[in-house]
């Protein structure tokens, strides 16, 4: 039996399987030459249709990568700003030096540090359609939220990772690409900076 299953690996006959263990069959690959564009800002791929080339979706794979450090980031600073200074105390065990070996007590090591923000991607955003009203000085300003963003980037990379059926329905992209390359730029300095 097993002289049987050597010769089809060797002849290549696997009814498309892996050949060798390493590859597909040639035979099961379909030919695709790379991305075409269809329509001006849709691009016809292996697997459906994108609203950017695959240059446009490396940078906001990046970007992407940089957005999740930086929400994280946020997340624990805002912890971090939620307690107050007492609280914010590092404490190590003071084990018993003697078996059984438990701790006996708690000493203060020190206390915990601001944690550090991705400077590019976190700041104050305008709350759209949301104003406050000041009664003594008879105006109304614009809302703002701390937080990170700009939200269109998880939009953005979520439409460039997964395709669409048809080219109708493909949504354009939300952002500029210009501008998500000067923010991945920036992010990358900041990066290096803070290394």
């Not at 590019?120 to 614009?142: I, Y």
């Amino acid at each position: 039996m097993t002289q049987l299953i050597n010769n089809d690996v060797q002849n290549g006959h696997t009814n498309g399987h892996l050949t060798n263990g390493l590859a597909p069959h040639p035979s099961t690959l379909a030919a695709f030459d790379g991305p075409v564009e269809v329509v001006p800002g849709v691009w016809r791929g292996r697997w459906g249709y994108y609203p950017g080339n695959y240059a446009d979706y490396l940078v906001l794979k990046r970007l992407f990568a940089y957005y999740q450090v930086a929400w994280n980031r946020f997340k624990a600073w805002t912890r971090w700003k939620r307690k107050s200074p007492r609280n914010r105390r590092v404490w190590a065990p003071i084990e018993q030096r003697l078996p059984p070996y438990h701790i006996v007590a708690w000493r203060n090591v020190g206390t915990q540090l601001e944690p550090k923000l991705v400077a590019p991607l976190t700041g104050r955003f305008p709350v759209e359609g949301s104003f406050q009203f000041h009664k003594k000085r008879g105006e109304a300003t614009e809302c703002f939220i701390y937080g990170v963003g700009p939200d269109c980037i998880l939009a953005d990379y979520r439409s460039l990772r997964y395709p669409a059926e048809s080219a109708a329905k493909v949504q354009p992209l939300q952002g500029n690409m210009e501008h998500y390359r000067r923010l991945l730029a920036q992010c990358e300095q900041w990066a290096n900076q803070n290394s």
